[in-house]
């Protein structure tokens, strides 16, 4: 996931789906040399966020796999995790290895960490439960890309000499973003269900407390993907939209809120907790109120293309990721209807 720069590269056979120039620098967030520099002296801390990064790798990887389906569980699946200094891309995916930008994935960890440290009594939910939600989104979007068939259809395509649409292409990150908030909704909804399931009291209560753990849950998993792509924010996000592989954040944005309401069946208000997370963030890194102005100007000179994404993706190129994804393809296998999956006919 993440802004992509006008260029979609391939290097040895790895499609880089997370390419991308930093060019804002407000209090340091965006500046690429400051992003290493400040990690000086520090080689103990990396190393062990790094860990941690990778015990949730690990973790996500064993629940993808336990997840694939009897009509592929015979073809191999395994992916390695490799770090990088490298200051050009947040995270790139080939068939076999993960990479990700040490750098950048850092400042993620730790700008989410000193967010909710800093707004604790606004998110007051156990940190340690939520604090990697911003890597969990950028670990399981690009797995995404693998078990849905992404690659192999990209590589398909190159081996037969069609060119692949820049329409199409951001299609495919917001299949891969649908992914990555749906595996990730499984598993805060299990946390929930295993507090509910603990819980002693009357159906009445067990009831509203359901709905408070929810919107307690919730809200910092929806700050969470707000912060995934708050960082790699850039103001020309949608400037030359036809020739760029990857649809604007703030559209990005708006996909994952209609994603999350099908997946939450409007249990909650998903899209007032998005506008509070994007003015609370908007006013603790200190934007000036004439870049939001801006901003939301251009989504709404631009919405348009949100559609043309969903009416793409629905009316064709989920059926073409359907002959390679390893998972049942939502509108084809299944629908969702009241938040749960319902199966169309058998994958």
């Known amino acids: 996931m993440g802004v992509s720069s006008d260029k979609n590269e391939d290097t040895n056979g790895e ?42 790798f690990n973790i996500i990887m064993e629940n993808t796999k336990k997840s694939l389906n009897d009509y592929n569980k015979n073809e191999k699946f395994d992916l390695s995790l490799t770090f990088l200094k490298d200051m050009h891309f947040v995270a790139c995916t080939s068939n076999s290895e993960i990479k990700l930008s040490e750098g950048l994935i850092i400042h993620y960890y730790n700008f989410f960490k000193g ?21 969990k989104f950028i670990l399981y979007h690009e797995i995404g890309h693998v078990v849905h068939g992404h690659i192999k259809l990209l590589e398909n395509r190159k081996s037969n000499n ?29 946390v929930i269900k295993n507090s509910i399931d603990n819980c002693n009291n009357s159906e009445e209560f067990k009831k509203g407390f359901e709905l408070m753990l929810l919107v307690l849950i919730f809200e910092k998993v929806i700050l969470g993907i707000v912060i995934a792509f708050f960082i790699i924010r850039k103001p020309d996000d949608f400037n030359k939209f036809d020739t760029k592989k990857h649809p604007p954040t703030f559209y990005r944005e708006v996909l994952a809120i209609e994603s999350l309401k099908s997946l939450l069946a409007s249990k909650i208000n998903v899209q007032k907790i998005f506008a509070d997370c994007e003015l609370t963030l908007t006013k603790y890194v200190g934007y000036d109120d004439s870049i939001m102005q801006k901003f939301v100007a251009d989504i709404l000179d631009n919405i348009v293309h949100v559609d043309d994404i969903i009416k793409n993706w629905n009316e064709r190129v989920k059926y073409e990721v359907k002959k390679y994804s390893r998972f049942p393809v939502e509108g084809i296998d299944f629908v969702f209807e009241d938040g749960k999956p319902v199966l169309k006919g058998t994958f």
Not at 121 to 128: E, H, I, K, Q, V
Not at 162 to 190: C, H, M, P, V
């Open 15 to 56: 499609i880089f789906f997370l390419n991308t120039n930093f060019e804002i620098d407000i209090n340091n967030l965006y500046d690429e040399n400051s992003w290493y520099s400040s990690l000086k002296n520090r080689d103990e801390e990396i190393e062990g966020i790094k860990s941690l990064i990778i015990e949730e």
């Open 115 to 135: 967010f909710l440290k800093a707004h604790h009594n606004s998110y007051d939910f156990d940190d340690g439960i939520v604090e990697m939600i911003p890597i």
């Open 162 to 190: 069609e060119a692949i649409s820049t329409l199409d292409q951001k299609s495919l990150e917001y299949d891969a973003d649908a992914f990555a908030l749906s595996r990730i909704f499984d598993e805060y909804n299990g």
